[in-house]
């Protein structure tokens, strides 16, 4: 029987083409998106055509992740792995945005993982298995100028992914970061913008670096046509089907330059992490109960 996957954020680049590529392989999955309606109506149309299921789901919303949850396992009849990869970007001088605006990044990036760990959680337990994978970024490991609230939120996500790794080992679930590259999609177009204009002044001619940045390096990674978001959804299915167990706590997706040294970081860290929890006699939480 073909395992069941659950997909946030199914009306993006990396969710509609990760449920047409685990679709094409013969899961079944269902995507959720805030509205099938409006922008998404084309997406949410092509996505059921090819035999994705298609179930609304706000995750700054509790009940609405909770039902969202409900329904989908109701439909799937049972569920195997989830891909959190509902994402909000952010792109501007960091002291331009209010506490409010990088609370609605947190509410998506961070607090909408939460809200979905809490409701798929409980059911993983009960059945002693399961599969968590994680949208992050190569900016989740590295700060880059004009996008350090979404960094923050990345940074958030890792360290949430770190610590349901260690308390889930025991019942057999596994939780697994995926970490691209910048990709030419339209997230890059709809990142947040600070709401606070009137220190502008201060920073001079640097109030237009954030936006020429961004235009920048999205002509940049353009001319590299492996840096496709595809790359990703195919990052997602070959995780999908590594044993379970066997899958790697990061995997790096990226094609400008980005890939050897987040490696070696994350080689590093890992060293680390290793060193300081056998250190603490818990090292025994690094690896997963296949029972």
Do not use: W
Request: overall charge negative.
């Amino acid at each position: 029987m073909s395992q069941k996957v659950l997909v946030t954020g199914a009306s993006g680049a990396f969710g509609s083409l990760s449920c047409k590529s685990l679709v094409e392989k013969g899961y079944q999955v269902v995507g959720t998106m805030r509205s099938t309606k409006g922008k998404n109506e084309a997406i949410a149309q092509e996505l059921q055509e090819i035999g994705v299921t298609l179930v609304e789901m706000d995750v700054t919303n509790e009940t609405s992740v909770n039902e969202a949850v409900e329904k989908s396992i109701e439909v799937l009849g049972g569920l195997d792995i989830v891909f959190n990869n509902a994402g909000l970007g952010a792109n501007g001088i960091q002291e331009m945005f209010t506490a409010e605006d990088m609370r609605r990044v947190f509410e998506v990036n961070v607090f909408g993982v939460q809200r979905l760990m809490r409701a798929v959680l409980p059911h993983f337990r009960k059945q002693g298995k399961g599969t968590i994978l994680h949208t992050s970024s190569c900016i989740g490991r590295v700060t880059t100028p004009f996008l350090g609230i979404y960094c923050a939120s990345k940074y958030a996500l890792e360290s949430l992914a770190e610590g349901y790794r260690a308390e889930l080992s025991g019942f057999g679930i596994e939780s697994c970061i995926i970490e691209p590259g910048g990709m030419p999609t339209a997230f890059m177009g709809g990142m947040l913008r600070p709401s606070d204009e009137t220190r502008n002044e201060g920073y001079g001619d640097m109030v237009h670096a954030p936006d020429a940045s961004l235009k920048g390096y999205v002509d940049y990674i353009k001319t590299n046509p492996q840096q496709s978001p595809q790359a990703v959804a195919d990052a997602v299915v070959a995780l999908v089907e590594m044993p379970h167990g066997e899958k790697p706590f990061r995997t790096v997706v990226d094609f400008m330059g980005l890939r050897e040294p987040i490696e070696n970081y994350n080689k590093s860290l890992h060293q680390t992490t290793q060193q300081i929890y056998t250190a603490n006699g818990v090292d025994n939480l690094l690896s997963l109960n296949k029972n």
